[in-house]
């Protein structure tokens, strides 16, 4: 009996692997976009992995339901009413790009963060997932718990809110 229940653990074992190896990014991507941290995203998947482990997920269906779960444990992670900046980060191109650029481009950068945090969470969560994240509606709607034409129209919505807060701050 023993034997048996180790071939099973070991078979497992080598399955999880393969669920970690294959979605690990897509967690990340999806804990991210919400929590804009990189410590909480990582804690966050590392969460749904400890959690996917111990009740075994079917491997034909995990894609799913690994995306949902990390998409609930990041929001988890958030305060009840989050007040934080959005993360700044460090991806602007090295070369020869003046100070006076670099301070613009991250002014613009900031300016863009804090018009996609004001958006309504109803719209802020697809337009992130799907324009910066490049999930598809059918992922998000999946993790959102909606119909994949009401992901569409709430990503289009926010282009469009972006859009004419932008139009107003530059007039």
């Known amino acids: 009996?023993?034997?048996?229940?180790?071939?099973r653990k070991n078979e497992w074992d080598a399955v999880f692997a393969g669920l970690v190896q294959e979605h690990a990014r897509l967690l990340?991507?999806?804990?991210?976009?919400?929590?804009?941290?990189?410590?909480?995203?990582?804690?966050?998947?590392?969460?749904?992995?400890?959690?996917?482990?111990?009740?075994?997920?079917?491997?034909?269906?995990?894609?799913?339901?690994?995306?949902r779960a990390a998409y609930r444990s990041a929001l988890d992670r958030l305060p009840r009413k989050d007040t934080r900046a959005f993360a700044e980060h460090e991806d602007f191109p090295a070369g020869t790009v003046s100070q006076e650029e670099l301070a613009a481009g991250w002014s613009e950068q900031r300016r863009?963060?804090?018009?996609?945090?004001?958006l309504p969470e109803e719209l802020r969560q697809p337009l992130l997932l799907t324009?910066?994240?490049g999930l598809t509606s059918r992922e998000v709607a999946g993790m959102l718990g909606i119909p994949?034409?009401?992901?569409?129209?709430?990503?289009?919505?926010?282009?469009?809110?972006?859009?004419?807060?932008?139009?107003?701050?530059?007039?």
């Open 112 to 118: 863009l963060h804090r018009l996609i945090d004001g």
């Open 131 to 133: 324009a910066i994240e």
């Open 1 to 7: 009996m023993e034997d048996l229940v180790l071939v």
């Open 28 to 67: 990340y991507r999806v804990a991210y976009a919400v929590v804009r941290n990189q410590q909480d995203a990582e804690d966050a998947v590392q969460d749904v992995f400890l959690k996917a482990y111990r009740t075994r997920p079917n491997p034909q269906d995990a894609r799913a339901y690994l995306a």
């Open 148 to 171: 994949e034409g009401t992901v569409r129209t709430r990503a289009q919505r926010a282009r469009e809110e972006l859009r004419k807060r932008l139009e107003r701050r530059r007039a």
